[in-house]
């Protein structure tokens, strides 16, 4: 049946005018079918306490707690734990078969901040659409967790969907038993985590886990945060999560298995992580059989590596960008005994080194020479649409991965089941996508005079450009100055663009000058503007004013004084 918590109405019939009052009922009378319970809109200063199980819960009979206006801010469940025995909200300890919907849950506690315990063997729970808050907090302590799994019994097929953390030391902390005794069947999906400081989604002794769409993103200070740390989740799937850390682990895998009939998957998701330290997008340690299929990996360290293979077998990498835009490593793989398959992927980096395979490999070349794999990958710049946004503009990749099943990218968006694109996005370049790549001219030097301005284009469309494209550029905030580009442009090609207005750079012996251009393209049906525009600068150096040296015959073993004079600063050298 269906019922209400509503304070201003005493209990009877069908409403219960205190939790405590619907609580009694459900642990003492039970249920014969499922039953909703619907909580008026309001802020409630209490915790709910399950111990054991509800008579006649099960497969067709359910409790459903949920806000009666179906909006999660409208009811406000908090509470200020003072000591660990109370560090809850909700507390399931033996409880099965309770969903809590479209609700908020609040933690104030200075030392303690779990909103949700789960433990005691409960199965076949459900915790969708909430808001579920703590304090920001500098502390590593899974006391501070905001959703708790512990770890003396197994806990199975519970489900966390939907649903938005925020702050916390860890977002969620979900712990079985033992490597030998697994916590089976949890699926933790579609949750946003925002601003844990510590770890994003810890999991340990899990089979069968289904992590799968959640986005997860700090700026904690951390040195060590970590957006997953997985540990012992054998036959996984990580799939469609979006992953962006400030440093060290995006996916931190570990003692992770399949076997060789069922392999655990990671696939179509987009980590980055940044850092000034040793950091790792992806990191598998001793996990064997996993397929990591249409992954965007990136890394913006110079001391990260985008993917790190430790030991382990029969990993399979294909279809991937693993690329660090911070010059980093794009791939360390720490042993070269490894076994693994690796191919198709685009495998980049800014750096001088792309990968480690028991010894630095310089580029792709080495790196295929080194480890005999990555036949048909590339080493492309990814061209990722923005610091938080790993969707690519490398149009010039498009259709190069190679077909292994998976039907949708990240975004749900149908993949090309004959010729897919490597990555977690399945894109296809645009019919009309201009690019201003970069300034030919005028460039920083001595004796400036009038100079062209030259930019380089590029089409990075579908279609051929020929007519409305225009160019603009501006010197120093000045009038902008536009012209049309009327050459005929193919797909994927290339053009240096003079416009016919030049520009006085000239100085002659007078001071430096710092001329400040912004340029940009505009073409017809171009929707993409991340890569219209650019900013650049080229300081016109005056020509040196002559010097006036005196001359002088310095017999052997004398010396003498030599007098230059100049307007400008004079440096001496020998010849």
């Known amino acids: 049946g269906t019922y209400t918590i509503d304070p201003l109405t005493p209990t009877g019939g069908t409403n219960f005018q205190y939790f405590a009052d619907a609580m009694g009922s459900l642990m003492n009378c039970g249920i014969s079918d499922t039953t909703i319970i619907n909580i008026a809109t309001g802020t409630y200063d209490t915790t709910l306490t399950f111990n054991g199980a509800i008579p006649g819960a099960g497969p067709s009979a359910c409790v459903i707690f949920q806000s009666a206006s179906g909006v999660n801010t409208d009811v406000v469940l908090r509470d200020s734990a003072i000591a660990a025995t109370s560090n809850y909200i909700v507390k399931l300890n033996g409880t099965s078969r309770v969903q809590f919907r479209n609700m908020s849950f609040l933690t104030q506690g200075a030392t303690y901040g779990t909103a949700i315990n789960i433990g005691g063997g409960s199965h076949y729970n459900l915790f969708e659409g909430n808001i579920i808050g703590g304090q920001t907090t500098t502390s590593t302590s899974s006391d501070k967790a905001l959703i708790y799994n512990s770890s003396a019994v197994n806990d199975t ?197 792309l990968g480690y395979n028991g010894t630095n490999t310089a580029d792709l070349a080495a790196w295929k020479t080194s480890t005999g794999k990555d036949s048909h990958s590339v080493s492309v710049a990814p061209i990722y649409y923005g610091p938080s946004d790993l969707h690519t503009m490398a149009f010039t990749i498009d259709g190069l991965a190679t077909p292994l099943g998976i039907t949708e990218d990240i975004d749900g968006e149908p993949r090309n089941m004959t010729t897919p694109d490597m990555g977690a996005d399945e894109f296809t370049p645009p019919p009309f996508e201009a690019e201003l790549s970069s300034a030919v001219s005028p460039l920083t030097g001595c004796g400036l005079g009038v100079e062209d301005v030259i930019i380089r284009v590029k089409n990075n469309g579908s279609d051929t450009i020929d007519g409305n494209f225009t160019a603009t550029y501006v010197v120093n905030n ?98």
């Open 478 to 575: 000045g009038t902008p100055v536009t012209e049309s580009i009327t050459a005929t442009i193919l797909p994927m090609d290339t053009y240096d663009f003079t416009f016919a207005a030049t520009v006085d750079m000239y100085v002659g012996t007078g001071n430096d000058s710092t001329f400040n251009f912004d340029a940009w393209v505009t073409l017809l049906n171009d929707t993409i503007h991340l890569n219209d525009s650019i900013s650049f600068k080229a300081v016109s150096l005056h020509t040196p004013a002559s010097v006036s040296l005196t001359n002088a015959t310095i017999p052997y073993a004398t010396s003498t004084t030599l007098t230059a004079t100049s307007a400008d600063t004079i440096q001496w050298y020998a010849d």
């Open 157 to 353: 097929n519970n489900i966390v969907r939907n649903n938005i953390l925020n702050n916390g030391s860890y977002g969620i902390y979900w712990y079985g038993v033992s490597s030998s005794s697994l916590e089976k069947n949890s699926i933790i999906e579609g949750n946003t985590l925002n601003n844990f400081y510590y770890y994003g989604i810890y999991s340990y002794y899990q089979k069968g886990i289904v992590i799968r769409g959640n986005n997860l993103s700090t700026n904690s200070a951390y040195s060590y945060v970590a957006g997953m740390y997985l540990n012992y989740n054998d036959y996984s799937i990580i799939e469609k999560n979006k992953v962006f850390v400030p440093a060290y682990y995006g996916i931190y895998f570990y003692y992770s298995d399949g076997d060789a009939t069922t392999h655990s998957r990671i696939v179509n998701n987009m980590i980055q992580v940044g850092g000034t330290s040793t950091s790792y997008g992806l990191y598998t340690y001793y996990s064997n059989y996993v397929d990591v299929f249409h992954n965007t990996i990136n890394s913006n360290s110079s001391s990260g590596r985008s993917m790190y293979i430790y030991y382990g077998g029969n990993l399979n990498i294909q279809n991937n960008f693993i690329t660090n835009i911070g010059g980093g490593f794009a791939i360390y793989k720490s042993s070269s005994s490894t076994v693994f398959e690796s191919d198709y992927n685009n495998l980049y980096t800014t750096g001088a080194v």
